[in-house]
Each structure stands twice: as structure tokens, then as C-alpha cells.
């Protein structure tokens, strides 16, 4: 018998010395624990997020020099070939080279953009580099699709499934996954050690942990999926006979697949994943870039203490720390109406002179007046004047985010990371201005839909202590650009897209997820909602086209 560990690290994109100082300190916890076995995320020495710099030459020179020191997971060269690898080493010999035979191509990832898939069944020799020779005492070690067997597991099947991933978070994905990891034991026994890793790479993704232990179909270990550690690792002690028995007694006439207990298991609502995901990886984008805090130009916890005092303490006295979480955001987050909430900065400003201004130069070339649609305008003339004041915002929130740390006296100045307010829906739609808050730096809520965010403010009211935040979801949905008619605001969003948000959702989802076109998508939504006689089939068709 002995102990399994998977662990989940959170490694940045080329931060060699970084990455490798993790790895090597999980390997330490992994020996101290008594761990018979470690599993680490997928090409957790680069980094998941490395982009093309997997097809430079040197990535992989570096990447041998950081295998000879840890002998872990890598992205290897064989014949002339880059291959997405697994290592499987010994008291610092290599036992195996383990490719990747089914590469990741959907969705957010292009791994056979950088790496070639191994085929199936095919097992080689691969030549060492000379200096890991005198490691290995060998020349040649096993590369391919093969199984290891050892003198204390069975022969005559595999029953310890390890799976290093980099799986990014969205919403309700956890009991997905959890599903298909159950599945993978239940039907034939065994243990399966899934490793993911953590954290923002330096790419829109975040990578969710979860690492966790399965056992004949229930978990036996589970990592968090949202923390600010560097490092998870779920443990568990594996013992054979248990595997053994299971995979016998499904065998058996009597079986009535009684599963062993099983360890609590946390899976978030989607308000609470909304909650932590953006905001780790916020907070992992905001201590690598060494930038002072956040900008959010509106229209209207515990942590690492070194951070906090790098980033937010260059506004205090030596060796500050923040007492609570309305400290800390003063430092980091400055905003608008909301500031005094949620204990930010607020800086107000006008910026009419510069729409004026930018209107002018138009009418003195041009010799003509462009007029709001309230006014009497057209159309057009309506959009263009709106964009003069979103682009104006634009090029404003640039400039006060690389001074305002100065004026406020942050030690070293600093400039600010502009956060996006555009959701799912918005950009799915088009209905967003270009170079207004679809240019910011970072998007926090950029992949969730408009009906999920209004779930996370009413949720927000309550569990953040944040009464404030009714006003929001009672509000018309409006980008406030347009002049007010007798003290109203007369743009509703929903109205100038002919859709309403919870319709947006709802295609979007049968889009991106189901991949749906226009034709399946209207038969779908006919059959849907014609059933409970709420659409006739030519208003689904007008809202689908």
C-alpha cells in the first residue's frame, strides 16, 4: 500500500525558475507526506499558456535544462517533432516518456497548432541528451503509448489512471467533469489521480484546480477549486485489495455496486463561482504584471502578504497590512458610484468640453450639425455621437490609470490595469462600442452572460453585505450616452437590440455550445417555445436573424 498525491500548481507561462521552484517544492510535500506517487497538471514546467513561443527552439532548451533538475512533466522534441509529454520517473530516473496521443482543439485551445499527436499503440526508444545521460546511466529510455506494471499491482489490468490536464474554469463545468472522472472507475474499478493546474498562465483563462482522488467511482481526496495558494495537493492512501475486490464483485452475479464512502465534495453555485473565479484571476494578473491596481470607468481577504505590500502597501507606511477586505480595495480598485460600497477610490469627472470639442471638428469640415436621435437626428447621426463620448472615456480612463497612482503617492508611481465591463451576451450580439470598454486591459465578466451576472448581484446583496447593488438590478439597462427627455432616460438596450437579455443567453448557449446555425436554432426555439405557446414561429424567426 502507499499514498497518492496529485497536486495543483499555479505556474505562469515561461517563469522557469518559478515553475520549476513549485514543482520541486510539491515533490518535497509529495516525499514528506510518504506519497508513492505524484501528478502534476499538464506542461506544468512552461506553462500551459506559452502561445507560439512553443514553436521556438529554445523553449525546449530551457525546458531540458529545468527536466534535469526535477525530472517531471514536459513538452518535448522527438524527430524533429514537438510533442506534448508526460515523464514518469524514479528516484530521479526516467521510466517512461508518455506523449499525448488525442490533442486539444476546441473551444480555447490549439495544442495541434504547437504539438504533433503520438499514434496509438506505437512505442520507441528515445535518445537522452548527453548530460541527463550520466543521470540515467542509459543512453535510451521508453517513449510511447505503453502501461507500467510494478512488483505490487496486478498484470493482467491497469488500475492506477493518472490524467494531467489544464482545464480552465466556466461556469457549471466542476460537476462535468467530476461526472466523467467518476464514470472512468466506476464501471471497472480502479484509481484514478486527476492533476490540474491553477491560477491565471498569463493568457484570459483560469485555470480551476480541483485536483482530486477517485477510487471505484466515488472521490477519496479533493483539491479546492478556488484559492490563493501556489500549491494544492489532495492525498489519499491507495491500497489494492480495495481495487481488486471491486473489480471482482462486478463480475459477480450478486453485485449491487456498493461504492466505498466517499469525501465531502464542493461544488459552487454559479453566483459563488463568479464571485472567486474572476477575481483570483484578477488578482494573479494584477501581482505578475506589477502594475499599482485597477481602473473601472463606470457611467455613472486574506491574501499573500508579500503582494498586498508590493502592490497596495506602496500607498502606506512601512509594513502595512490591510485589516479588512474594504482596505485593501481602497488601494487597488477605484471606480465611481460604487466606491464608498465597496471602500474604493472615486474620482469623478466631466467630459463634455472633449465631446464638444471632437463634435466640432466634424461640423467645421463637414459644415453640418450631427443631432441625438431626441433631437431629431438620424440613426446614424445618433450611433456616431454616442461613440465620441465612449471613445472619449476610453482615452480618459488610459490617462488617469498611469497618473493617478502617482498623485496619490504610491511609492514608485505606477500605472493601473483598465478593467472591461462588455458581458457574454454583448459581445456575441456586436452590441458593444469598439475602443470604448471593449479595450480595456482585462474583462472580469467578459464570458458570462448578462442573466448570470444579474443572479450574481442579487446574490451579492446579501452575502457581500451590498444593498446598494438593488439599484443596479432595478435599472433599465442603458450605455447612458444618449441626452435625458424630460428627466428620463430614453435608450433601453434591450429595445435597441430587439432582444431582451435572457433571449440573448439562451442563443448564445445553443451557438457557442451546441453549435447551432441559424436554421437549427430557429427549429429548436420553435418546437421550445411554441410548446408552452409563449412565440409564434415568425417572431422566433425575426429575433433569429
Not at 184 to 193: E, V
Amino acid at each position: 500500500m502507499g499514498h497518492l498525491t496529485t497536486v495543483a500548481l499555479n505556474q505562469w507561462a515561461l517563469d522557469w525558475e518559478g515553475n520549476t521552484n513549485r514543482i520541486i517544492e510539491s515533490i518535497k510535500v509529495a516525499k514528506k507526506a510518504g506519497a508513492k506517487l505524484r501528478v502534476g497538471g499538464e506542461l506544468e514546467i512552461t506553462g500551459y499558456d506559452c502561445l507560439d513561443h512553443f514553436l521556438e527552439n529554445e523553449t525546449y532548451h530551457f525546458l531540458l535544462e529545468m527536466l534535469d533538475r526535477i525530472l517531471d512533466e514536459l513538452a518535448k522534441k522527438y524527430r524533429n517533432l514537438r510533442l506534448n509529454c508526460r515523464i514518469l520517473a524514479l528516484d530521479g530516473k526516467i521510466l517512461l516518456i508518455r506523449p499525448k496521443l488525442w490533442l486539444a482543439n476546441d473551444g480555447n485551445y490549439r495544442e495541434t497548432r504547437y504539438f504533433t499527436p503520438w499514434r496509438e499503440g506505437l512505442c520507441e526508444e528515445f535518445i537522452l541528451p548527453e548530460s541527463m545521460q550520466r543521470r540515467q546511466r542509459a543512453v535510451r529510455v521508453p517513449i510511447g503509448d505503453m502501461v507500467l506494471s510494478t512488483a505490487d499491482m496486478g498484470l493482467q489490468g491497469v488500475e492506477v489512471f493518472t490524467n494531467s490536464s489544464a482545464s480552465h474554469h466556466e461556469l457549471r463545468k466542476l460537476d462535468k467533469r467530476l461526472a466523467l472522472i467518476l464514470e472512468a472507475t466506476r464501471k471497472s474499478g480502479g484509481i484514478y489521480i486527476y492533476a490540474n493546474l491553477k491560477g491565471g498562465g498569463g493568457e484570459r483563462l483560469y485555470y480551476d484546480g480541483s485536483s482530486m482522488i477517485v477510487c471505484n467511482g466515488t472521490v477519496k481526496a479533493q483539491g479546492s477549486q478556488f484559492s490563493l495558494d501556489d500549491a494544492v495537493r489532495p492525498t489519499e492512501q491507495y491500497r489494492r485489495i480495495d481495487v481488486t475486490a471491486y473489480s471482482m464483485s462486478l463480475q459477480s452475479d450478486d453485485f449491487d455496486a456498493k461504492l466505498s464512502p466517499s469525501c465531502p465534495i464542493k461544488i459552487y453555485t454559479p453566483e459563488e463561482e463568479i464571485a472567486l473565479a474572476p477575481a483570483l484571476w484578477l488578482w494573479d494578473y494584477l501581482r505578475r504584471s506589477s502594475l499599482a491596481g485597477f481602473v473601472l470607468p463606470l457611467r455613472w481577504q486574506r491574501t499573500v502578504i508579500s503582494d498586498v505590500q508590493r502592490i497596495a502597501g506602496a500607498y502606506e507606511k512601512e509594513g502595512w497590512l490591510p485589516q479588512s477586505a474594504e482596505a485593501l480595495t481602497k488601494n487597488l480598485f477605484q471606480a465611481k458610484e460604487f466606491s464608498k460600497a465597496v471602500g474604493s477610490y472615486h474620482t469623478d469627472l466631466n467630459i463634455d468640453e472633449v465631446y464638444k470639442a471632437q463634435k466640432n471638428i466634424f461640423t467645421a469640415a463637414i459644415g453640418f450639425e450631427p443631432k441625438f436621435k431626441v433631437h431629431g437626428g438620424s440613426m446614424a447621426e445618433n450611433l456616431a455621437l454616442q461613440n465620441i463620448q465612449a471613445r472619449t472615456r476610453m482615452v480618459t480612463t488610459y490617462e488617469f490609470s498611469q497618473l493617478l497612482p502617482t498623485i496619490r503617492g504610491r511609492k514608485g508611481g505606477g500605472s493601473c490595469l483598465i478593467l472591461g465591463s462588455a458581458n457574454a451576451d454583448e459581445a456575441i450580439r456586436g452590441y458593444y462600442t469598439r475602443y470604448d470598454c471593449s479595450s480595456a486591459d482585462v474583462n472580469p465578466i467578459g464570458g458570462i452572460s448578462k442573466t448570470d451576472l444579474k443572479r450574481f448581484i442579487a446574490w451579492a446583496c446579501t452575502n457581500f453585505d451590498l444593498p446598494i447593488l438593488k439599484d443596479f438590478l432595478a435599472a433599465t439597462p442603458t450605455a447612458e450616452l444618449e441626452p435625458l427627455e424630460g428627466g428620463y432616460v430614453q435608450s433601453d438596450e434591450e429595445a435597441d437590440m430587439g432582444l431582451l437579455y435572457s433571449d440573448l443567453q439562451i442563443m448564445g448557449s445553443l451557438r457557442k455550445i451546441e453549435k447551432m446555425g441559424p436554421l437549427s436554432m430557429f427549429q429548436r426555439l420553435v418546437q421550445d417555445r411554441t410548446r408552452h405557446n409563449s412565440t409564434t414561429p415568425r417572431e422566433v424567426a425575426t429575433k433569429v436573424k
